[in-house]
C-alpha cells in the first residue's frame, strides 16, 4: 500500500534577539529555519555588525540570518549585508516602502517589513493597505504597537486582524511556548502563509536564550501543525 504524503504545512519558525554562540548552536539544533540579529544599538539585544557575522558563521546549511535595522542609514545597512553573506533584512520602523524595495534592489537581499499593530484597537489597523503598500517585502510581520522599536514582548488581538491579506504573514509579538499555537490558529488562513518569530518568550534575560523554552517553542509550533 503506498502512504500519500503529509499535506499539512511546516510552519517556519524564526528566533531572533540572539547575542551568544551556544544559544545560536541550540537553536540551529531544534531545526529552526531563520536566526534574527538585532543591529539596532538601543536594544539591550543588540550586536554589532561584526559580532552579527561571528554568530552567523554558526549557522549550518539552509538556516537563514536575518539581519534587523530601524530607520538605519543605507550606507550601515550595505555595510551589513557586505559582512553577513545571504542575510534578509528586516526593516522595524517607521521605513517607507521605497527605502525597503531600494536596499532589496541595492543589495540583492529580500526583506521583511514590520506592521506594528495596536495593542488596544488592531480592528483600526489597515493591514490590507499596509501590505499592498509594501508589496515588495517577502513578508509582513505582525507585532504590537509600543513606545520604542526592536520588538515589543506584547500580544495584540490577534483576531481583528482582516482574514484576507494578499502577504505572507509571520506572527510576532509576545509569543510564548503557551500561546503560539493560539495565534496559529487565529491567523493560519489570513495571509498567503503563517510564520512565526519569537524573541523575549524564550528567554532567562534579555539577549540570553533559555534552551528549555525554545524547545517548548518549537514543541508547540509543530503540536500546532498537527492539530491543524
Known amino acids: 500500500m503506498i502512504s500519500l504524503p503529509d499535506t499539512r504545512q511546516r510552519t517556519r519558525i524564526k528566533m531572533c534577539g540572539f547575542t551568544r554562540e551556544a544559544d545560536v548552536v541550540a537553536a540551529t539544533a531544534l531545526g529552526v529555519d531563520a536566526i534574527g540579529l538585532n543591529l539596532y544599538p538601543p536594544s539591550p539585544r543588540s550586536v554589532s555588525i561584526e559580532r552579527a557575522a561571528e554568530l552567523v558563521r554558526l549557522l549550518p546549511a539552509f538556516v537563514m540570518p536575518v539581519l ?12 551589513a549585508c557586505a559582512a553577513v553573506p545571504g542575510a534578509w533584512l528586516q526593516f522595524h520602523g517607521d521605513e517607507s516602502p521605497e527605502f525597503c524595495e531600494s536596499m532589496t534592489q541595492r543589495t540583492g537581499r529580500p526583506h521583511l517589513k514590520v506592521a506594528r499593530i495596536p495593542l488596544s484597537e488592531a480592528g483600526n489597523f489597515d493591514l490590507l493597505k499596509f501590505a499592498h503598500q509594501h508589496h515588495a517585502a517577502q513578508a509582513i510581520l505582525l507585532d504590537a504597537h509600543v513606545d520604542g522599536y526592536g520588538g515589543s514582548g506584547k500580544t495584540f488581538n490577534w483576531s481583528l ?3 484576507n491579506a ?3 504573514l509571520v506572527l510576532s509579538g509576545g509569543l510564548t511556548p503557551a ?3 493560539d495565534g496559529m490558529r487565529a491567523l493560519r488562513t489570513h495571509g498567503l502563509s503563517l510564520a512565526v518569530d519569537v524573541s523575549s518568550g524564550i ?3 534579555k539577549g540570553l536564550k533559555d ?3 525554545m524547545q517548548q517553542f518549537v514543541a508547540a509550533v509543530r ?6
Do not use: Y
Not at 68 to 79: G, K, Q, Y
Not at 223 to 228: E, G, P, R
Open 68 to 79: 534587523l535595522f530601524v530607520n538605519d542609514t543605507s550606507e550601515r545597512i550595505e555595510a
Open 223 to 228: 503540536a500546532a501543525d498537527i492539530a491543524s
Open 211 to 213: 534552551a528549555t523554552k
Open 203 to 205: 528567554e532567562e534575560g
Open 166 to 168: 494578499n502577504a505572507h
Open 179 to 181: 500561546n503560539v499555537g
Open 161 to 163: 486582524l482582516p482574514p
